[in-house]
């Protein structure tokens, strides 16, 4: 969609991060656009230019059982144990991440999609640093909702709801919990992203789910000019006395080089949890299955802290548009 440029009224069509800013409401409210660096410069100044922006990081495989939801759930607390505000979104009408910390929204995802909904008032508080938007069963009729909208703006929903009343702003991290399918619901966590990590078992039908992920975010960029970046690709339920686990492994480190992080073992703790509503860190903080998603988190932490784009610059001028 083509705007005026605030600054210059150039008229363009946004296509990097930088030429969108949303301003907090003592500042007026609304959206801006610059068609350059320039323009955005002179319109926001150096502060409005470096302004804070949650770095969102999408949990993806179309494939089931890959451990999504335990990887989102203990990725987002992980986070939160180490002081960063963190905002846990359930995607999925299974509501797994609501049952596995024993919470329950009044409102969902679904309130905030389909009835806008100030997700500051639907979020939950469940941790210090850790608040969650939950999922129930009605984010099917969400879905039906959405395919009913107009297909330029029914992947953005999530994206405008979320961006609108600067909820990402008070976050360090948006962690999104997506289903184990190709839906209009997953093209908004997509859309709303900046990054995905995708949790894979180590078999040979998980190898082809990566391919089919691959392919999802080849097609939103190409379709939703929106680009995502693979942050990484995590083994899960790794059982290194078997031959196949090894093997597949290996197979993804050949595949992702450094981007294929260290396995997440099989471990009895990780699935006790949530019966217990706890987080693996809770519930046996000195397990293998924390241990190796404590190592996660120091990667997330660690690994390029440009990722967070409101201050990086590509070579081309500025990052995909993200915003």
Request: net charge positive; charged share 25%.
């Amino acid at each position: 969609m083509e705007t005026p440029c605030s600054q210059c009224g150039t008229v363009f069509r946004p296509a990097y991060v930088y030429q969108i800013a949303v301003l907090p409401m003592d500042k007026g409210g609304g959206r801006r656009y610059f068609c350059t660096l320039e323009c955005r410069k002179r319109g926001l100044g150096e502060e409005g230019f470096r302004a804070k922006r949650a770095r969102r990081i999408a949990i993806l495989n179309q494939k089931g059982g890959t451990g999504k939801t335990t990887t989102a759930i203990n990725v987002a607390a992980g986070l939160a144990e180490r002081g960063q505000d963190v905002l846990l979104v359930d995607t999925d009408a299974q509501g797994n991440v609501g049952a596995s910390l024993g919470v329950r929204g009044e409102r969902t995802l679904y309130h905030v999609l389909v009835e806008g909904a100030d997700p500051q008032v639907v979020l939950v508080p469940v941790r210090k640093q850790l608040d969650v938007i939950t999922s129930d069963a009605t984010l099917a009729a969400a879905e039906i909702w959405l395919a009913r909208q107009d297909p330029e703006v029914r992947a953005r929903v999530m994206l405008q709801r979320l961006n609108l009343t600067h909820v990402t702003r008070r976050y360090g991290y948006v962690i999104l919990d997506c289903g184990p399918s190709l839906n209009l619901l997953n093209q908004n966590a997509l859309t709303y992203a900046d990054e995905v990590v995708i949790p894979v078992t180590c078999d040979y039908l998980a190898l082809v789910g990566v391919k089919q992920v691959l392919q999802t975010i080849k097609d939103i960029e190409r379709h939703l000019h929106h680009a995502v970046r693979i942050a990484g690709v995590l083994p899960t339920f790794f059982d290194g006395r078997t031959r196949l686990a090894r093997e597949a492994y290996e197979t993804l480190k050949g595949h992702f080089k450094h981007k294929c992080l260290e396995p997440i073992r099989q471990n009895t703790r990780l699935a006790e949890a949530p019966a217990n509503r706890k987080t693996v860190f809770e519930h046996a903080p000195d397990s293998n299955g924390a241990m190796d998603y404590k190592r996660v988190v120091d990667w997330i932490l660690g690994e390029h802290q440009a990722a967070t784009c409101d201050n990086t610059i590509d070579k081309r001028g500025g990052m995909a548009c993200r915003s």
